[in-house]
């Protein structure tokens, strides 16, 4: 098991020398009086996350850990380069499945796993999304096994969220230890709401005249996410609309203003497709704008991300990620994806359904860490359960060896200990290319030996630090 | 800025002001249970706060414990003051990126201290601290917006529930309280006791303004012409209308000259209240004199919604 401070011999890593010298003067006490103050923080600030299936508190706060995650430059800039490359060949892959289908005509990606899938929308068949560009906001999922080692363990190409938290993580890190933090040398990430606005900005609609009118969509203020969308929509200055603050007129978006109707030419996004206009999608959604995507296929407006995007992180798409960088790129993958068995081909079910006790099995379609399987902490029962669900849609599973997650030291009631953590950065695709904004969301499992990292499944979130070089 | 946003600052403010309203009028009630065997003050209390009828639908008599808890914590009374504080709040982080932190932590951090409470915070015996407490809560949410928006439309908007919310709420005051004190055929400085009528001033906190003032001692007449006339007296109609108009002109402003029914109504309650004469109010009705701007109220706030909100 790699541990990102501590090496084999327990001298802590060159990149983790400041934090260990830091907590090596910080009595346990002064860590709880200070985590203490963080929670303070948070509430005070409204920064809370809901968790559908629980009980309880329905405002609960995503804990969070005093001891900052760090990557020194090195490690970061090999990491930038993979993140670059892999959003710029999920965007081809979007613009080609979309559009003339090569990947699929040259046998690189079947068929019936495109157009066969829920996540793809035939309503995006031959529209031309202004700038070309499909996935925004792009959340690539990285773990980490050994010092050179990073894998990508999931793409997520639709409403990725958690970045509202890697940025207050920061503010409540520099107000708590503005000393310490002044000395480390790490570089900024308070830019990401501008660098977002632009890159949203850019992929106005052609027709738009003047500074391009962005507005923040949200479900509404019972959405777990629901802090952050108020955030962004803050922090880049612009209105945070829900369904009914919008309307369609004479093929263009307009939003309700105390001034009459306003024209709106980007709409960033933070619901699901499906419930984005009850005219083309689910029927029933109040949530959405009628006439919407009618507006969107006359190109006069940009929807961020683009509506289908999500066939491009489905995880049994996953697999062909680096066979579309190869394709649209011709280069070697960066960053390397987890070896993954296909539950749908049969010689890779065998095997996976022989060798349950080792793997995680995923949903192709879930995501926020419901509906997995961790062979090795699962039960018999539960796996023989779970081994009938696979059989029974063998194309809904891919199954995936369980990886040995770096570890932190996070701050738990035994004090300072070991705990996995992944890693969510934030990749912005605009008109004029893509930045990434240094660091990341660190997300930690809490409970000792846990691999899930979810907020809806406990986990916690640290701060990330991205030295300077 | 957003039709929408207008509105829940609209409410976040008329909820916050609300909840200020019913605290005094408890209050009031509570100071007077100690002098009167009857339950008149809290019956004058529910009907002021617009919550008798509720009250009466959940329960057959009229008791001070019982219209205490339905006034501060009844979860069924959406004018209770723990109620109001949550639909402030609701409406508050419905449009969280329109307030300034200080305004969010007014009314976030209190609805998290509100949490706290006990029920027997509400018990007569405590009661006292908990509504300075609620006030405290007003005052800081007031003091919040006051301070730190910037002068623009989300303060202008914030300003008219303010002040909707607050003539509503003296004219409904002062009409109930006028005829429970003031019986038909009883003329103006009868037999009803000096308490009773300063009950009026205290529900509104005007005790001390009403000497600063008049110099003399609780006349019903001067009572009637300092809620409703007087501008200088911060919960006056006068006031409270001087304050709706402004907001109105420095929103038409900022929309280039833009006006409708809301802004010829606003005009004339106003004008009607600068330029009145209490014995003209008394000779027309008192009774039937605040009733219509009651009424003309609720219109107004219709009016403002359908020009600003849809």
Known sequence: ?469 | MLARAAESLFWLARYMERMDNVARLVEAAQSMSGMSETADEWRSALVASGCDEGYFEKHDELTQAQALLYLTRDPDNPSAILSCLDRARTNARAMRTALTSDMWDAVNASWLDARRLTPDDFTPGRIGETIDWVKTVGTRFYGAYAGTMLRNEIYWFTRLGTFIERADNTARILDVKYHLLLPRDEGVGGAVDYYQWTSILRAVSAVRAYQAVYRTEVKPWNIADLLILRPEMPRSLRACYDNIEEALDQITETHGGRRGECHRLAGSIAAGLRYGRIDDVFARGLHEYLTEVIERTALLGLELNAFYMR
């Open chain 1, 1 to 469: 098991m790699f541990d990102e401070m501590y090496g084999p011999d327990g001298a802590s890593r060159a990149p983790y020398a400041a934090i260990a010298r830091w907590l090596d003067g910080l009595p346990h006490e002064a860590l709880r009086v200070k985590a203490d103050e963080a929670e303070r923080l948070f509430r005070r600030i409204g920064i809370t996350f809901a968790v559908y299936t629980e009980g309880g508190d329905p405002e609960r706060l995503i804990p969070y850990d005093l001891i900052p995650r760090v990557l020194s430059a090195a490690e970061w800039r090999l990491i930038e380069r993979g993140l670059k490359q892999r959003t710029k060949a999920l965007n081809a892959f979007l613009a080609d499945v979309y559009g003339a289908g090569e990947i699929m005509a040259a046998g690189k990606v079947p068929e019936a796993l495109v157009l066969r899938n829920p996540g793809f929308e035939a309503v995006m068949q031959g529209l031309a999304v202004p700038g070309g560009v499909y996935t925004h906001v792009a959340g690539i999922d990285l773990v980490r096994t050994g010092p050179d080692d990073f894998y990508v363990l999931e793409d997520n190409c639709r409403t990725p969220s958690g970045v509202s938290y890697m940025l207050e993580n920061r503010v409540v890190m520099m107000r708590l230890f503005p000393d310490f933090f002044a000395r480390a040398g790490v570089e900024p990430i308070a830019r990401y709401p501008e660098m977002l606005l632009r890159s949203l900005q850019s992929v106005a609609p052609p027709r738009c005249e003047g500074e391009p009118t962005v507005v923040v969509l949200t479900p509404g203020q019972y959405n777990s996410a629901y802090y952050e969308h108020s955030f962004l929509a803050d922090e880049m200055g612009v209105d945070l609309v829900e369904g009914v603050d919008l309307v369609v007129q004479d093929g263009a978006v307009f939003k309700r203003t105390t001034q009459g109707l306003q024209r709106v030419d980007v709409i960033y996004r933070r619901i699901d497709d499906a419930f984005l206009d009850p005219q083309v999608f689910r029927a029933d959604s109040a949530l959405g704008v009628p006439g919407l995507i009618d507006a969107y296929k006359r190109g006069a407006v940009a929807i961020a991300n683009a509506v289908g995007a999500g066939i491009a992180d489905d995880k049994a798409v996953y697999v062909y990620v680096p066979e579309m960088i190869r394709f649209y790129l011709g280069e070697e993958p960066i960053l390397k994806n987890v070896p993954t068995w296909q539950c749908g081909k049969a010689d890779e079910r065998a095997y996976v359904l022989e060798h349950l006790a080792e793997l995680v099995v995923k949903e192709t379609r879930g995501s926020g860490g419901y509906g997995m399987l961790i062979g090795p902490q699962a039960t018999k029962a539960e796996r023989t359960a779970f081994a009938r669900k696979i059989k029974a849609d063998p194309d809904a599973y891919i199954a995936q060896p369980t990886l040995s997650l770096s570890t932190c030291p996070t701050f738990v009631d035994s004090g300072v200990a070991p705990r996995h953590v992944d890693l969510r950065p934030f990749v912005l695709s605009g008109a004029h290319g893509i930045d990434v904004v240094p660091g990341g969301l660190t997300r930690v499992a809490l409970r000792e030996g846990s691999l899930v990292v979810n907020s809806s499944q406990g986990g916690g979130t640290k701060d990330t630090w991205v030295l300077r070089g």
